[in-house]
Each structure stands twice: as structure tokens, then as C-alpha cells.
């Protein structure tokens, strides 16, 4: 009888372990979440890149591939092919306000980025269908189509999208893969924004006046207009800060008695307050603008 037990005990053991082992190996098989996933290099990570200039965002997203030691244009790459402008899914790049790109106009939005590689020029391409491959590529979905020359640039392993030389006004969008740059420039209409952006919050507060008035004065353009704006917003609300502001329009403008006089009043209103955090500069105004002192410009 205790032999018995002994066997059936070691049977049944034995179907355990046989049991675990299977269960092991179809987990094993079947890549179950009990076990991490293999996780290797993509060998076209995905990227992205995104700008804001002036008052426009502009993202691209894209695949990027390596050079490998492979000839890229003309070669992995062929000349005079649609190409997608990066690897897997199709490139995409989007506005959030309407650009302009060698004179054509396009409408803010999203769109896929394809080019035709050319020796001498490539055709850059963008398609109203954001998910535009070689294969489902249709001519009529185009929003633009234009031509720029490609320049030669220090070697580059992957394909690298990024922005150069931008300003409130325009900026470079830039292409680079082995050793051709592709720069692209896009023309913002941001001053008429931000025109548009002042109309409709004129009104609300003084300080709305005050950073049209500060607009004029940082761009140095329509100073008479900038001084309308903070001669409301003082009405509204006498701040040390308008006044700074008017000083320092009044300077632009070589009126330096009227600078001085703003700047006492500015200095003397944000000597009562808790955030005057241009006092400095109103203070070295005050020694720079003092009459008989010399006139040397807004501060």
C-alpha cells in the first residue's frame, strides 16, 4: 500500500512538471503579455519637428532612414519617382495659419509631403490627402506643387527635417539626407495677424491697449497709432506701465522732453507697486533722457 502512494505521488508529479512545461512553451509561442516583448532599434525611427514663427506652428512628421553607405539620390532614391519624402508611413506637414510658399498661398491645415528628386531641381509636393503613399498618390488631390534646387551639405547619416533662419515674418524649412540640403522658404503673414489679433481684443482692458501700443513700439512702425493705443489705455487705467510705455514711444519719436516727463511718471506710479519689474530701465532712462544730459534714443 505505501509503495502505491509512493508511485502516485511521483505520477503525478511527473504530470505536473510535463504540464508546466507545455503551458511554458505556448506561452512562449503565442508571445503572450506575460513576457516582454523583443524591443530592437526601427531601422527608419520615427520623428518630428515643430516651429512657431511669428504666430504660426509648423510640424512635420516623418520616418527617418539611414544612408547606410547607400547612394541615396539617384540611387535608393531614384530620379524622376514620386517619393514620399522619408520612410513607412507618408510624410506630413502642417500649418496653423495660412503660409505662403514661392508665392503660392496654402490654406492652414495638414498635408503629405512628397517630392519628385531631380538632379538639377526636385518637385516638392503637397497633397490634401495626409495619408498620400507612391501607390494611392492622386495628382488632383495636390494643393501645391513647386520647384527648388537642391544645394550640396556636409554629410548626414538619416534624413533630418528642422527650421533655419526664421523671424516673425519667414523662415526655412530644411531637408537634408546624405549629402542634399533642400530648403524651402515660407512667407508669414503675421503683422496683419497681429493687426487683426489687436482689433478684436481692442477694448476689453487697458493692458489690451497697452501691448498694442507696445507692438507699434517694438517694430517701430506707426508710432502715432502705437501712442493712440496707450493714451487709451492710460484713460483706462493710469499703470506705471503705460506710462513706460509712452516714455519710451515719446523717445522714438526724438521727443525727449515728453520721454523724460513719462518716465518721472512711470518711475513715481511703479515705486507704489508690487511688479515693477522694469525698474532699472526706467531709472537709467531718467539719467539718460535728463534734459541737458543728452538725447539717446528709447531705452
Same mark, same amino acid.
Given at each position: 500500500?505505501?509503495?502505491?502512494?509512493?508511485?502516485?505521488?511521483?505520477?503525478?508529479?511527473?504530470?505536473?512538471?510535463?504540464?508546466?512545461?507545455?503551458?511554458?512553451?505556448?506561452?512562449?509561442?503565442?508571445?503572450?503579455?506575460?513576457?516582454?516583448?523583443?524591443?530592437?532599434?526601427?531601422?527608419?525611427?520615427?520623428?518630428?519637428?515643430?516651429?512657431?514663427?511669428?504666430?504660426?506652428?509648423?510640424?512635420?512628421?516623418?520616418?527617418?532612414?539611414?544612408?547606410?553607405?547607400?547612394?541615396?539620390?539617384?540611387?535608393?532614391?531614384?530620379?524622376?519617382?514620386?517619393?514620399?519624402?522619408?520612410?513607412?508611413?507618408?510624410?506630413?506637414?502642417? @500649418? +496653423?495659419?495660412?503660409?505662403?510658399?514661392? $508665392?503660392?498661398?496654402?490654406?492652414?491645415?495638414?498635408?503629405?509631403? &512628397?517630392? !519628385? #528628386?531631380?538632379?538639377?531641381?526636385?518637385?516638392?509636393?503637397?497633397?490634401?490627402?495626409?495619408?498620400?503613399?507612391?501607390?494611392?498618390?492622386?495628382?488632383?488631390?495636390?494643393?501645391?506643387?513647386?520647384?527648388?534646387?537642391?544645394?550640396?551639405?556636409?554629410?548626414?547619416?538619416?534624413?533630418?527635417?528642422? @527650421? +533655419?533662419?526664421?523671424?516673425?515674418?519667414? $523662415?526655412?524649412?530644411?531637408?537634408?539626407?546624405?549629402?542634399?540640403? &533642400?530648403? !524651402? #522658404?515660407?512667407?508669414?503673414?503675421?503683422?496683419?495677424?497681429?493687426?487683426?489679433?489687436?482689433?478684436?481684443?481692442?477694448?476689453?482692458?487697458?493692458?489690451?491697449?497697452?501691448?498694442?501700443?507696445?507692438?507699434?513700439?517694438?517694430?517701430?512702425?506707426?508710432?502715432?497709432?502705437?501712442?493712440?493705443?496707450?493714451?487709451?489705455?492710460?484713460?483706462?487705467?493710469?499703470?506705471?506701465?503705460?506710462?513706460?510705455?509712452?516714455?519710451?514711444?515719446?523717445?522714438?519719436?526724438?521727443?525727449?522732453?515728453?520721454?523724460?516727463?513719462?518716465?518721472?511718471?512711470?518711475?513715481?506710479?511703479?515705486?507704489?507697486?508690487?511688479?515693477?519689474?522694469?525698474?532699472?530701465?526706467?531709472?537709467?532712462?531718467?539719467?539718460?533722457?535728463?534734459?541737458?544730459?543728452?538725447?539717446?534714443?528709447?531705452?
Amino acid at each position: 500500500m505505501t509503495l502505491f502512494l509512493k508511485l502516485e505521488i511521483k505520477s503525478n508529479k511527473t504530470n505536473i512538471m510535463k504540464i508546466k512545461s507545455l503551458l511554458l512553451a505556448a506561452m512562449l509561442l503565442s508571445g503572450g503579455s506575460t513576457f516582454a516583448q523583443l524591443q530592437l532599434p526601427q531601422p527608419s525611427p520615427s520623428a518630428s519637428v515643430t516651429q512657431t514663427m511669428g504666430l504660426t506652428d509648423i510640424s512635420i512628421e516623418y520616418a527617418s532612414p539611414g544612408a547606410k553607405g547607400r547612394s541615396i539620390f539617384g540611387g535608393l532614391v531614384p530620379y524622376n519617382e514620386l517619393w514620399r519624402t522619408g520612410a513607412n508611413a507618408a510624410t506630413k506637414i502642417s @500649418f +496653423s495659419r495660412d503660409v505662403t510658399i514661392m $508665392g503660392n498661398k496654402i490654406p492652414k491645415g495638414k498635408y503629405s509631403l &512628397l517630392t !519628385i #528628386p531631380n538632379q538639377s531641381e526636385f518637385t516638392v509636393i503637397l497633397n490634401k490627402d495626409v495619408n498620400a503613399s507612391v501607390d494611392s498618390y492622386k495628382k488632383e488631390e495636390d494643393q501645391v506643387r513647386f520647384m527648388v534646387k537642391p544645394v550640396s551639405c556636409e554629410f548626414r547619416e538619416r534624413l533630418m527635417f528642422y @527650421f +533655419s533662419d526664421f523671424s516673425d515674418s519667414k $523662415g526655412m524649412i530644411v531637408m537634408e539626407w546624405e549629402r542634399t540640403r &533642400l530648403a !524651402i #522658404p515660407v512667407m508669414l503673414d503675421t503683422e496683419a495677424q497681429a493687426l487683426d489679433n489687436i482689433s478684436k481684443e481692442l477694448g476689453k482692458t487697458w493692458r489690451v491697449y497697452n501691448s498694442a501700443a507696445r507692438y507699434h513700439l517694438d517694430n517701430n512702425k506707426e508710432l502715432e497709432k502705437g501712442m493712440t493705443y496707450v493714451d487709451q489705455s492710460i484713460a483706462l487705467k493710469s499703470d506705471w506701465f503705460n506710462h513706460w510705455t509712452k516714455a519710451q514711444i515719446y523717445a522714438a519719436m526724438k521727443n525727449m522732453t515728453e520721454a523724460y516727463r513719462f518716465a518721472l511718471k512711470a518711475k513715481e506710479l511703479g515705486d507704489q507697486a508690487s511688479n515693477f519689474w522694469y525698474k532699472d530701465d526706467v531709472e537709467k532712462a531718467l539719467v539718460d533722457w535728463k534734459p541737458n544730459a543728452g538725447t539717446k534714443g528709447r531705452k
